[in-house]
């Protein structure tokens, strides 16, 4: 999604990848099982400045380094789009 500098690291193009802050007051990086997933929780959260969803593995390096500098601690996988709760947690390695 569009920085508008609220972060200090993004991609060349000025993008974030999308986080969220836990009931924990932590900060995951949230990843989906697919792009139409990614596509269809993009659409129904109505995030501003949203796109496409990056693909990890061409650009894993990018999203890595954005999501530590913001303080990520891990990921938070989303099976579907509409689930308010997340399938499994990982570390960001």
Known sequence: MNND???KTQDNDGRV???ARAGNDQTYLLV???VVTARQF???QELDGAERAWSFVANRDDIVRIAKSAGVI???ARL?????KYASTGALA
């Open 5 to 7: 500098g609220e972060l």
């Open 17 to 19: 990848p999308i986080m």
């Open 32 to 34: 989906f099982k697919n």
């Open 42 to 44: 993009v659409a129904t």
């Open 74 to 76: 891990g990921t938070d």
């Open 80 to 84: 579907r789009s509409d689930d308010q």
